[in-house]
């Protein structure tokens, strides 16, 4: 079965920094793209990054750009965010998803991780 599994999280001062980290398993995990999204009460789910089946493209949410990192480590079935320069606006829960291909696009896929927490105040 395909489990999805977010830890990292945590409350953090603006300007901080954390890097989540997501766990997959009970699939093959090179073959799919992944996705980062995240969801603060009273907003929509935003695609926050999003990584090819083998780390070689990323793309971001322009709220994040130049502050986030997404990466994967095909070998440990592992995709990471690494978040810097934290900022107020970016508290919500962040989700790990696994990403589909349609029409040569990478887009949002059916399974989802827990969600992990991250608060950024002062």
């Known amino acids: 079965q395909v489990q999805l599994v977010e830890s990292g999280g945590g409350l953090v001062q603006p300007g901080g920094s954390l890097r989540l980290s997501c766990a997959a398993s009970?699939?093959?995990?090179?073959?799919?793209?992944m996705n980062w999204y995240r969801q603060a009460p009273g907003k929509e789910r935003e695609l926050v990054a999003t990584?090819?089946?083998?780390?070689?493209?990323?793309n971001y949410a322009d709220s994040v750009k130049g502050r986030f990192t997404i990466s994967r480590d095909n070998a440990k079935k592992t995709v990471y965010l690494q978040m810097n320069s934290l900022k107020t606006e970016d508290t919500a829960i962040y989700l790990c998803?696994?990403?589909?291909?349609?029409?040569?696009?990478?887009?949002?896929?059916?399974?989802w991780g827990q969600g992990t927490q991250v608060t950024v105040s002062s």
């Open positions: 998803n696994r990403g589909t291909l349609i029409g040569g696009l990478i887009r949002v896929g059916d399974y």
């Open positions: 990584i090819t089946s083998a780390g070689g493209s990323t």
């Open positions: 009970g699939f093959s995990f090179s073959s799919y793209a």
